[in-house]
């Protein structure tokens, strides 16, 4: 089985600046999206160091085995926020700074995917989109009891601030999931600017459309996210599992 990637990023209609990070390689099978804090100076350096940390970490190491996979991923986010934190301290002009990130990686039979933040991973399968990814902010956490209300600085702190991403505090806890790959499935990690502008439906409209042409697909994706008022940078980053 192949992997065809493809990738895109924009500035959207709204923003000055990029603060999205993108990364990939077919031929390692490895992919990075990295969407710097919104509101926060250094967005676009946080994203950066995201994105180079892990790719580097995966290039440096010649093999690994399936069963290494999951504590390189976090040992890489580990190193990674360990440099985008202490950037944030010893430059106190970026305190705060941090990043979302989406990594995936294709190994013989199996996809793995490590998530922190607020960018999302889907799968499109069969004419079907799936949400692999569990947005890591307010809103979520209250609603499923793994942060009480209560216990927030701010109470009144909006629903859509994020309480995991890389950088904002010495450790970074994320989630990781592993699928079994097979041909077909069509993997999208994307920036919130593509979500917060568009709805799942017409995600899995435009793939199923245009699903066997990656690059236009994510095009297409990109312009209707600017179309529908493109508030935010837009990330997006197609893989196809190919063969039999």
């Not at 995201?50 to 069963?67: K, M, N, P």
């Not at 979500?195 to 245009?210: F, N, Q």
Request: glycine residues 12%; hydrophobic residues 40%; contains cysteine.
């Amino acid at each position: 089985m192949q992997i065809r990637m493809a990738g895109v990023t924009h500035i959207g209609r709204r923003r000055k600046n990029n603060q999205d990070s993108l990364f990939f390689d077919e031929g390692h099978g490895i992919a990075v999206v990295a969407d710097g804090i919104g509101g926060r100076k250094g967005g676009e350096i946080a994203s950066t160091l995201v994105v180079e940390g892990v790719r580097d970490a995966f290039l440096a190491s010649d093999v690994i085995r399936h069963e290494e996979i999951t504590p390189f991923l976090a040992s890489a986010v580990d190193t990674v926020n360990a440099s985008v934190f202490g950037f944030g301290r010893n430059n106190p002009d970026y305190a705060g700074l941090g990043s979302t990130m989406e990594c995936i990686f294709f190994s013989g039979d199996m996809v793995y995917i490590a998530h922190v933040g607020d960018s999302r991973t889907y799968l499109y399968d069969d004419g079907q989109l799936f949400l692999l990814t569990l947005d890591h902010n307010v809103e979520n956490f209250v609603e499923r009891g793994l942060v009480h209300r209560d216990s927030l600085q701010d109470p009144k702190i909006r629903g859509a601030a994020l309480v995991k991403a890389v950088g904002l505090t010495p450790r970074c806890e994320m989630d990781i999931c592993r699928i079994k790959r097979r041909p077909g499935q069509i993997y999208l990690s994307c920036s919130d600017g593509l979500t917060s502008m568009i709805d799942d439906r017409e995600i899995a409209t435009l793939l199923g459309v245009h699903g066997e042409n990656l690059h236009k697909a994510a095009g297409v994706l990109l312009d209707a996210a600017n179309h529908a008022g493109g508030r935010d940078n837009i990330t997006v980053l197609l893989a196809r599992v190919e063969g039999r």
